[in-house]
């Protein structure tokens, strides 16, 4: 089956800037919907930005004007930049794609394995 594999976490100063990728591989499939989200220590995973097959994009208030979601659908690959990280920015991160395969109804959701992101102060 499809898989997800994300890489570009790591330690980063307050102010600093990391570019995350996550690559789809495994099967033939059309990506639609691909996104991130974060899970920070005790709390709820949370949307942070999406973006559709055609490009529109939706971003968490709390990161808008900093990050930046795009894609590359022959390479079935989405990217966060993030800019001018915030300790609050601190979570593992993890790439979520809707993928349509061969044979296949509808869209199923694929998650990525979670990469690390750690913001100093």
């Known amino acids: 089956q499809v898989q997800l594999v994300e890489s570009g976490g790591g330690l980063v100063q307050a102010a600093g800037s990391l570019r995350l990728s996550c690559a789809a591989s495994?099967?033939?499939?059309?990506?639609?919907?691909m996104a991130w989200y974060r899970q920070a220590p005790g709390k709820q995973r949370e949307l942070v930005a999406r973006?559709?097959?055609?490009?529109?994009?939706n971003y968490a208030d709390s990161v808008k004007g900093r990050f930046t979601i795009s894609r590359d659908n022959a390479k079935n690959t989405v990217y966060l930049q993030m800019n001018s990280l915030k300790p609050e920015d601190t979570a593992v991160y993890y790439c979520?794609?809707?993928?349509?395969?061969?044979?296949?109804?509808?869209?199923?959701?694929?998650w990525g394995q979670g990469t690390l992101v750690t913001v100093s102060s």
């Open positions: 979520y794609v809707d993928v349509l395969a061969p044979g296949t109804p509808s869209l199923l959701g694929i």
């Open positions: 495994g099967t033939t499939f059309t990506a639609y919907g």
């Open positions: 973006i559709s097959r055609g490009g529109t994009t």
